[in-house]
C-alpha cells in the first residue's frame, strides 16, 4: 500500500504560480514511477506531468509544457509539480499518483487532490 497526500493547492490569478507537493507513506516510494493528472469541472481526468523513479525522465502534457515542473525527493517521500505562468484552463483538482513508468499511466494509487483555482 502507498498513501499519498497533496498539497499547496488554492486561488491565483492568471499569470501566478503555485507549488503542489505529495507526500507518501507506506510501500517503498522510490520504486514508483509517479505524476501529477488532473480534472476540470465536466470533463475527464488528465495527466499532466510525469517522473521516473530516478529522476533522471520526466514527461508533460503539452498544454503545460513550459510552464511546469515536476520534481521529487526520494529521501523526503516527496512529489513536487511547480506551476508557472497559470492560466484559467489550468483550474481543477490536481491528484498525486503512482504511475506505470512504460506508458505513463495511473498504476494504482492515488491522493485525494487539491483544487487549483485560477482566476482571469
Known amino acids: 500500500q502507498v498513501q499519498l497526500e497533496e498539497s499547496g493547492g488554492g486561488l491565483v490569478q492568471a499569470g501566478g504560480s503555485l507549488r503542489l507537493s505529495c507526500t507518501a507513506s507506506?510501500?517503498?516510494?522510490?520504486?514508483?514511477?509517479m505524476g501529477w493528472l488532473r480534472q476540470a469541472p465536466g470533463k475527464e481526468r488528465e495527466f499532466v506531468a510525469g517522473?521516473?523513479?530516478?529522476?533522471?525522465?520526466?514527461m508533460y502534457a503539452d498544454s503545460v509544457k513550459g510552464r511546469f515542473t515536476i520534481s521529487r525527493d526520494n529521501t523526503e517521500n516527496a512529489l513536487y509539480l511547480q506551476m508557472n505562468s497559470l492560466k484559467p484552463e489550468d483550474t481543477g483538482v490536481y491528484f498525486c499518483?503512482?504511475?506505470?513508468?512504460?506508458?505513463?499511466?495511473?498504476?494504482?494509487?492515488w491522493g485525494q487532490g487539491t483544487q487549483v483555482t485560477v482566476s482571469s
Open positions: 499518483a503512482t504511475l506505470f513508468a512504460g506508458n505513463w499511466s495511473p498504476s494504482g494509487y
Open positions: 507506506g510501500r517503498t516510494f522510490e520504486k514508483y514511477a
Open positions: 517522473i521516473r523513479w530516478s529522476g533522471s525522465s520526466t
